[in-house]
């Protein structure tokens, strides 16, 4: 049988990838301390990879595709073919950013600053390159994690660190001077597994439903019985993907709609709703949306 070896990215996005594939129709079993789970498809191998290692693991040859960060196919120079953005994070549902980060009271205002200083940080190709595109020589020191301390201890000048809110560099008395890059997840793929027809159509099959996945993260479902006279007044306040769908009831002088709808406007929309004469309204959630 035929065999399609995909990559689960380690650490913080392992979970968020396990349920996101849940979603999707896949259920991923982590046995142990294995890195080769379970998953109920037959034609899906998977390995579980530091995000940092998985370009370089779909670049060779060793996975077919897998999921990762623009950041590191950047710091690998990773030649992968990228599929798609997937966003999908429990704190801000929008990319992330690497920043370079000075401590609060420096005298470092901006990047000329920082000629001759050193910075610490796990992007170390993509800092380096960043700088020399500058012109502004630094030293760019690797940095195996806790870097914000890197700099409250007086190891380095400045860092750069990936960040979300900027809530954490804040808290550890730091300020963000300058935004180096925007990255989210990306699904890869190896270029020759890509022009494989029977892998390329996996690996799309895949991306579809990851995305219909993440797309229903911020959906719910309506459904609502109202009389048949006040459609066009629920209409009016009723937001859908294309058209909400309208069926008869046994009396013919009422009908059920039925629509989806993105979360934040829930709690505004079913008041509206009920004094527009809908009544027994049912939300519900949402696995895909396509």
């Not at 060793?62 to 960060?69: F, K, P, S, W």
């Not at 309208?246 to 829930?266: F, N, R």
Request: glycine share 6%; hydrophobic share 40%.
């Amino acid at each position: 049988m035929k065999k399609l070896k995909f990559g689960i990215p380690k650490g913080s996005l392992q979970n968020a990838t396990i349920n996101l594939f849940e979603k999707s129709g896949w259920k991923i079993n982590i046995n142990g301390r294995s890195y080769f789970p379970d998953i109920n498809d037959d034609e899906i191998e998977c390995a579980i990879c530091r995000a940092q290692e998985m370009s370089r693991y779909v670049e060779t040859g060793t996975l077919d595709a897998g999921l990762t960060g623009k950041d590191w196919i950047e710091e690998n120079e990773s030649r992968v073919v990228v599929l798609e953005d997937l966003i999908y994070s429990k704190v801000s549902q929008k990319p992330a950013r690497w920043v370079l980060a000075v401590p609060a009271g420096s005298d470092i205002k901006q990047l000329e600053d920082l000629r001759g200083k050193k910075i610490a940080t796990e992007l170390v190709n993509y800092t380096k390159k960043f700088f020399q595109n500058k012109g502004i020589p630094v030293e760019v020191e690797f940095s195996w994690g806790a870097t914000e301390a890197k700099v409250v201890s007086g190891l380095a000048d400045a860092i750069v660190e990936v960040t979300e809110t900027g809530s954490t560099i804040k808290a550890h008395g730091l300020k963000i001077i300058y935004d180096l890059m925007e990255t989210n997840t990306q699904l890869i793929a190896n270029r020759d597994s890509y022009n494989e027809q029977w892998k390329k159509a996996k690996i799309e099959q895949i991306l579809l439903l990851l995305k219909g996945a993440l797309k229903a993260e911020n959906m719910v479902g309506l459904k609502m019985n109202l009389p048949k006279k006040n459609l066009e007044q629920i209409i009016r306040v009723l937001p859908s993907l294309n058209t909400p769908t309208v069926a008869g009831l046994y009396d013919p002088e009422w009908i059920s709609v039925e629509t989806v709808v993105g979360t934040k406007i829930v709690r505004d929309l079913i008041p509206q709703l009920m004094n527009a004469g809908a009544q027994g309204i049912i939300e519900y959630s949402l696995n895909k949306v396509i």
